[in-house]
C-alpha cells in the first residue's frame, strides 16, 4: 500500500510517502505561499508518487465533520489566502483517491498512538508547545472532534503574581497559548527561547503555566498518558518540573496508578518529530480503509 501524508502547517508543508506499518520511504518541504502556488506542487509530488490514498493533518481551525458542507475546508484561518480554503476537495479531484483529514495535533496524537509510545491505549492527549499551542485528543479510541475541534490551547490561565508580562493571545492575552508559547516567552524575556536555556527561572514559570492546563487536561479527559512536543518542550528540563507542578496542583486529588507513575505518564514525543507524519499515514490508511467499506 503506498499512502501520501501531508503535514500542512502555517509555515510549512510536509508531503511524504510511505505505508501502513508507519514506514516513510521519502520526504519534501515545501514553503506554504498562497494555495495557488502551493498546491499545485503537493498534488504534482503525490500524483507521480500514484498514492491509494492520502492523510492530511492541518492547521486551524478546519472543518472535520464528514456532514458539514464545508467538511475539508480549512475556516477561519488568520493566514488570509487559506481562510475557507476546501484544501480536501482540491486532493481528491486531482488524485482521485480517498483523502482523510484531521487538525495536525491529532494527526500527531494518531501517530502516537498507532506507532508509538501510546499505542495501546485508548486516551491519550498530544501537546505542541511551538509557535502556537495546540491539543490533539483521542478519546475512548476516537479522535476527539466535538462541535468543532478542540482548541486547548487557548485555556485559560491564572497568572503567576511574579510573572508582568501581559499575554500574547490576540483573543485572550492570558491563555495558554498567549503565556507560553515560544513568542510569548521571548517577547516576556527579550531573548530567543534557545539563548534562555540556563536561565533557571524561565522554564520554572513555564513549566507552571503548562503544568495548570495539563491539571484542567487531566481532571476534564481523563487521559492515560499525556504526550508533549513542539519546539518549545526541546527544552527537556521542563518535564521534572511540570509534572512537580501538575503533582502540587492536583494536590493527591486524583490516585491513579499512571500519576503514581508520572515520568511515564506525562512525556516527550517518542518518534524522533514524525509523530504529526506518521499519523498522516494512518489518517491515509483509515480513508482507504472507508472507501473500500
Ligand atoms: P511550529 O510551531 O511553527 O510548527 P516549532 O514547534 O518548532 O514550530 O516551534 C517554534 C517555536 O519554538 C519558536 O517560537 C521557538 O522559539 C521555539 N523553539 C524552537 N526550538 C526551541 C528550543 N530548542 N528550545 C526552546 N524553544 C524552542
Ligand atoms: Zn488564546
Not at 458539514?68 to 480554503?85: E, V
Not at 508533549?228 to 502540587?248: A, D, S
Request: proline residues 4%; hydrophobic residues 40%; charged residues 25%.
Amino acid at each position: 500500500m503506498k499512502l501520501g501524508a501531508l503535514e500542512a502547517g502555517g509555515t510549512k508543508m510536509v508531503c511524504a510517502l510511505g505505508d501502513e506499518t508507519g514506514k516513510i520511504f521519502e520526504q519534501i518541504s515545501i514553503p506554504t505561499l498562497t494555495p495557488e502556488e502551493t498546491v499545485p506542487k503537493m498534488i504534482e509530488y503525490f500524483q507521480k508518487a500514484q498514492v491509494d490514498a492520502l492523510g492530511i493533518g492541518c492547521f486551524g481551525p478546519i472543518d472535520p465533520d464528514k456532514n458539514s458542507a464545508t467538511y475539508g475546508y480549512i475556516t477561519s484561518t488568520p493566514k488570509l489566502a487559506w481562510a475557507d480554503y476546501n484544501i480536501v476537495g482540491a486532493f481528491e479531484k486531482a488524485l482521485g483517491c480517498p483523502v482523510g483529514f484531521d487538525t495536525d495535533v491529532n494527526g500527531s496524537v494518531l501517530g502516537e498512538a498507532t506507532f508509538g509510545q501510546a499505542k495501546g491505549k485508548s486516551n491519550v492527549i498530544y501537546i505542541t508547545i511551538g509557535t502556537g499551542v495546540g491539543v490533539g485528543v483521542l478519546i475512548e479510541g476516537k479522535l476527539l472532534h466535538g462541535m468543532l475541534h478542540p482548541e486547548a490551547g487557548h485555556v485559560l490561565i491564572r497568572k503567576r503574581e511574579d510573572d508582568a508580562y501581559e499575554g500574547r493571545c490576540p483573543y485572550h492575552k492570558t491563555c495558554l497559548e498567549g503565556l507560553a508559547a515560544g513568542p510569548a516567552v521571548e517577547a516576556r524575556w527579550g531573548k530567543k527561547a534557545i539563548e534562555l536555556k540556563d536561565d533557571q527561572k524561565v522554564w520554572d514559570l513555564e513549566a507552571y503555566y503548562i503544568a495548570q492546563a495539563l491539571c484542567g487536561y487531566i481532571l476534564t479527559l481523563s487521559p492515560e498518558m499525556i504526550i508533549l512536543g513542539g519546539g518549545v518542550m526541546h527544552q527537556e528540563q521542563l518535564f521534572p518540573l511540570i509534572r512537580k507542578y501538575v503533582k502540587e496542583m492536583l494536590n493527591g486529588y486524583i490516585k491513579t496508578e499512571e500519576l503514581n507513575n508520572i515520568d511515564s505518564y506525562i512525556v516527550p514525543a517518542s518518534l524522533h518529530d514524525d509523530q504529526g507524519i506518521m499519523g498522516c499515514l494512518e489518517l491515509g490508511r483509515r480513508a482507504l480503509g472507508e472507501g473500500k467499506g
